[in-house]
């Protein structure tokens, strides 16, 4: 089972970091977290991925926990332009089959 | 560099109807994806394929077939078309399953 849960909906207000938790509690030791953000009206877009330590790059920070049961998706300032759908992946293996969940839609307020 | 490109944008089809929906990359991806989406869900994956002359199915295949003759081709072909298969299709390519680039969606409707 490639289930992952997360929240319905979060809000953050503009320049504040963000935390958008993912839970994955059947993980297996090779399976990747990804994810992916969706704007509106767009095509989702790779945000991060990890296997096992905190990861960064320009658009985020992904935190995974020791027992890899769950992770955390941090937006360190967020804007407007970060409002999206939020889906984490838990990539089985053989990372062949990327399935989406329902994420979480961020709403991001001035 | 175009990424992945995908055509028609907007069709709409008459039930019983059958098109196919393209899809190309020109990034060398082995792994490419077809997903869709329905109004204010998530995507479901129809077929994936991790290389030429490999497909397999995912969540929800039903009704749609795949090929990969190419690398860079994964074309969708709807046989008989059904109000059922309204939706949002979208394509992927990713080398070996790590940052997967999305085309911008083929907007279905089948009357």
């Known amino acids: 089972d490639a289930k992952t849960t997360q929240p319905n909906s979060m809000e953050s207000n503009e320049e504040e970091p963000v935390h958008l938790p993912c839970n994955h509690s059947?993980?297996?030791?090779?399976?990747?977290i990804h994810w992916y953000r969706q704007l509106p009206s767009q095509g989702p877009e790779y945000v991060i991925h990890?296997?096992?330590s905190n990861v960064n790059n320009r658009m985020a920070s992904l935190a995974i926990a020791e027992d890899r049961k769950s992770s955390t998706l941090i937006l360190h300032r967020a804007t407007l332009r970060d409002a999206a759908v939020y889906y984490c992946?838990?990539?089985?293996?053989?990372?062949?089959?990327?399935?989406f969940g329902t994420g979480t839609r961020l709403q991001v307020t001035l | 560099n175009a990424g992945v490109t995908q055509t028609p944008k907007f069709r709409i089809l008459k039930i019983g109807q059958s098109m196919t929906l393209q899809c190309t990359q020109d990034?060398?991806?082995?792994?490419m994806y077809w997903y869709r989406q329905d109004p204010g869900m998530g995507l479901k994956l129809i077929y994936y394929?991790?290389?030429?002359?490999?497909?397999d199915k995912g969540e929800v295949p039903n009704g749609y077939n795949v090929s990969r003759s190419t690398t860079e081709d994964f074309p969708l072909r709807l046989e008989l078309a059904a109000p059922s298969q309204t939706s949002v299709y979208f394509c992927?390519?990713?080398?070996?399953?790590?940052?997967?680039?999305f085309g911008q969606g083929t907007r279905l409707t089948v009357v």
């Open positions: 992927a390519s990713s080398y070996l399953g790590g940052e997967a680039f």
């Open positions: 059947t993980i297996s030791g090779t399976d990747y």
């Open positions: 990890g296997l096992t």
């Open positions: 992946i838990r990539d089985l293996g053989t990372a062949s089959k990327l399935t």
């Open positions: 990034m060398n991806h082995n792994y």
């Open positions: 394929s991790v290389g030429a002359g490999i497909t």
